[in-house]
């Protein structure tokens, strides 16, 4: 039979215990650790073969390598490729929707690389970058827009017109804006492929490393909204 001392005892040990899970529940949803925060958040590449990883070995595509460079044990990320080869900003809008499906917590915006090379206006570029942001905003889903830079032979006015496109569109709806998506890499042999335009293996990591404090700061806001 237990004694009156040794279920005084038990009874504090179990209010010990009691008060032990209280205060850890409490933690958990106190600002030092946000609940939810555990929960993994979804991100989407979308973007041209720059993302798809276009001449490059399996996992070594931009979304694979950010994807790893960003994981933590308390905020577990994952990283979906939707990037298409030879797209424009016309086709990243033509398949919006299912690029990019419901659930998705934030999107990675890489597009307009090819507009520039074919030449194509600024203003129609422009104008569908603005549809594709302003769709994902409408969604609840935050933006990063990575930015592109037009090559020096479209001449300085067609230049200074395409950069200042993606400064507006971020402005407009409140979507982050990493400058230039190929900063460090672009004009570089030893890191681009033969054609001089995509990036090696090592010019993924380059590019990773560049963009990947912005990233942070991204995630970083998705995650205290979750």
Do not use: C
Request: avoid cysteine.
């Amino acid at each position: 039979m237990t004694s009156i001392s040794e279920a005084k005892a038990d009874l504090s040990r179990r209010n010990v215990a009691g008060l032990g899970l209280a205060a850890i529940a409490a933690t958990l949803t106190s600002g030092n650790v946000r609940a939810g925060t555990l929960r993994t958040i979804r991100l989407v590449a979308l973007g041209d073969s720059l993302t798809a990883g276009f001449g490059l070995p399996p996992g070594a595509a931009f979304p694979a390598v950010l994807e790893k460079a960003i994981n933590r044990a308390d905020r577990p990320v994952s990283i979906a490729n939707a990037g298409v080869s030879g797209d424009t900003t016309s086709g990243g809008l033509e398949r919006l929707d299912w690029a990019v499906p419901d659930g998705t917590d934030g999107v990675i915006v890489e597009l307009g690389a090819n507009d520039m090379l074919r030449g194509l206006d600024p203003s129609l570029t422009e104008n569908n970058l603005d549809q594709i942001v302003g769709r994902i905003r409408e969604k609840k889903m935050a933006v990063l827009l990575a930015g592109m830079l037009a090559a020096p032979n479209l001449g300085p006015q067609y230049g200074e017109r395409f950069a200042g496109l993606y400064k507006r569109i971020a402005e407009k709806h409140g979507a982050l804006l990493y400058p230039f998506f190929l900063d460090g890499v672009a004009g570089r042999a030893e890191f681009t492929l033969r054609d001089g335009l995509h990036p090696t293996v090592d010019g993924v990591k380059i590019i990773v490393e560049r963009i990947k404090p912005v990233v942070e700061t991204f995630v970083g806001d998705i995650a205290k909204s979750i």
